[in-house]
Structures are given as C-alpha cells and as structure tokens.
C-alpha cells in the first residue's frame, strides 16, 4: 500500500469567440474587477489558482482555437480539466459561436467523456424577458439538434443567462461549481445540514459563500431568490471592504492581495438589520468560507439558540471537508 499526497489541480476552462467577454467574466468574478473596468481588460491566456476554499485553477483561454488543426492536441488541451465554460454573445451573431462550441464540446468529450460543460448566454444586460428566454431555447435548439445528429446525445450542457452588470455571472458560476460538488458527492450534505439549521433555528434562506470569489457553493432546498442572494452576496463586500480599511497591513499595494489577505477569521460574526423587518446574518466557517443567512427580525431574538444551533452546523461541515480533503489527496 502506497499513500500519495499530490493530485493534479483540477481545472476550469473559459472559451469562447472573440469578445464574448470571457476576460470580462473572469475578471469581474475572479480579480474583483468592477463592471466598468473589465473593457480595458486585456485577452492573455492567464491561469489561476482560486486562493479559497474551491480546489481550482481557473484557465481564461484567449481568442478562438482551431481544434481542427494537427497543431492543436485537445489531449493537451484539456488537460486536467473537469469542466468548460463556453461564453457566447447574445447581442452578436452567434451562429460562429454555436460551430465553436460544437467543436469544443466534441473535442473535450473525445478525451474525457465525464467532462461537464456549461454555456453562458452573456451580455443580457438591458434585454427584455422574452428576448432573453427566446435567446436561449433558439441556441440551445441548435446545438442540441448539432449534437444529436452527431451522435452525442449524452452529452448534458447546463445553459446560463448571465451579465456583469449584475449578480447573475457569479450566481451562475455557483452553479457550475456545484455541479462539480456534485460529481465528489459532498453537495446533497451540505443542503441536508443547511435544511436542518434553517428549519431549527427559523432561517428563511441560507447560504454557504467562498468568501474569495462570492461564489455560493450551497444553500438550502428553497427557492434561490435573487434579490436575496443579492443581499447575502452583498453583505460579503460590507464585511471584507470594512476589513480592508480597518483590518488589513497597510504595506499591501495591491488590490487582489489585499482582497485575499482579507479572509474571514474563524467564528466571525455579523448582523445587519434591515428596514423591512429582516436582518442579513454572517458566520465564518473557516478563512475561506462563511454562512450568510437571512431571517426575519423577530426570529433573531432567539439568537442565542441561532449562535448554538450554528456551532454544531459549523462542526458538521468541518468534518465533511475533512473527509473531503483525505478521500481526495490520499490514494491507497
């Protein structure tokens, strides 16, 4: 019996045709750039390291590869990648972008059939709902009936409606990382202690952040509302920002060191009362994680049962990472 502790970084690729706004996603969700800011973003094939929780490299693929040349190996590819995001323009002519993907999505699934694939119908900002709805099921028609013909029809793409103009990018890359979650079998637990701390302790919903990319991993078994995942994804800012002018060694220049130099100590608590009778409650987890929860005001003053109920959730889900952590970096 051999024991190995190094495993290969699991990846994530981002592709997609030119000015899709793959960088702009990349860093809008990954750099902290603002929305504003992401057009002077220049296109370089960039790998990085999610420093957080997500065992992740994140690879920004720039431009259009030719996965028809003999000078492109999809084996090198896609190596060590368990997942692609493929972005599309839906304010272009996405009929290029449709080919593409039909290209990428085969080439990948030739070299890993387990593969997970996500597209991003990008730019929706400003569109009507019906616009954006019938955006959608046309590209989707399109590339399932590509796929079909093909014979790939168990392939599964997971299809996003997504901006930076708004939450809806980092709600659909919690998404994604979900579905990877998914695959390692840690997903359905962490909703099950989520259901049981909501439901003793009078949580309306609840959330489990990556406190470095305000991705949500996992929440309750309620409906997502956006504007309470706005709010919880927003009370993510409000703590770190405070931190970053009160909390943070002033030497620290640059923006995303001190973003990630600000990770959430463990047990550390805040509340935020609301005027409409709700109160935005934060716990840390761990450096990289914490649980933000949003529950009417006369439910609070029980916090002393919250805070309780909370210890014995927070030490139900370190145990879950810990046994995470062996089964994914010990081989025997």
């Not at 996965?67 to 009929?95: E, G, Q, R, W």
């Not at 405070?242 to 923006?255: F, I, M, N, P, Q």
């Not at 995303?256 to 463990?266: G, I, R, V």
């Not at 014995?312 to 145990?319: I, N």
């Amino acid at each position: 019996m051999t024991t190995t502790i190094h495993k290969p970084t699991r990846r994530i690729v981002l592709m997609g045709c030119r000015k899709s706004g793959k960088s702009g996603i990349y860093g809008n969700v990954f750099r902290n750039v603002i929305a504003p800011d992401v057009l002077f973003n220049n296109p370089i094939s960039t790998e990085l390291s999610l420093n957080s929780f997500l065992d992740l490299s994140l690879w920004d693929y720039p431009g259009t590869p030719d996965l028809y040349s003999d000078t492109t190996d999809p084996a090198v590819l896609f190596a060590n990648c368990i997942c692609v995001v493929f972005v599309i323009d839906s304010k272009d002519d996405y009929y290029p972008a449709l080919k593409q993907l039909f290209a990428t999505v085969s080439s990948a699934y030739r070299v890993n059939k387990n593969m997970l694939f996500e597209v991003f119908v990008h730019k929706m900002d400003g569109l009507s709902d019906d616009h954006k709805i019938e955006t959608q099921r046309d590209i989707h028609t399109r590339i399932h009936d590509e796929l079909m013909d093909a014979g790939l029809q168990d392939v599964h793409l997971g299809f996003h409606l997504t901006s930076i103009y708004d939450h809806s990018v980092c709600e659909a890359f919690s998404k994604v990382v979900q579905r990877v979650l998914g695959d390692e079998g840690i997903l359905p637990t962490l909703e099950n202690l989520l259901n049981i701390l909501c439901s003793n302790s009078g949580i309306e919903k609840a959330f489990l952040f990556d406190t470095v990319t305000k991705i949500y991993i996992a929440t309750d078994s309620s409906p997502v509302d956006v504007q309470s995942y706005e709010l919880c994804s927003d009370m993510i800012d409000v703590v770190t920002d405070t931190g970053l002018v009160y909390g943070v060694d002033s030497r620290k220049e640059d923006a995303l060191d001190k973003k990630e130099s600000m990770s959430l100590e463990d047990g550390i608590k805040s509340v935020i009362h609301l005027n409409n009778g709700m109160v935005l409650y934060m716990r840390g987890i761990n450096r990289t994680l914490a649980l933000v929860s949003l529950l009417r005001e006369e439910n609070f003053e029980k916090h002393g049962l919250i805070d309780f109920n909370f210890s014995v959730f927070h030490e139900a889900v370190s145990e879950v990472f810990k046994i995470r952590s062996v089964n994914k970096n010990i081989r025997l």
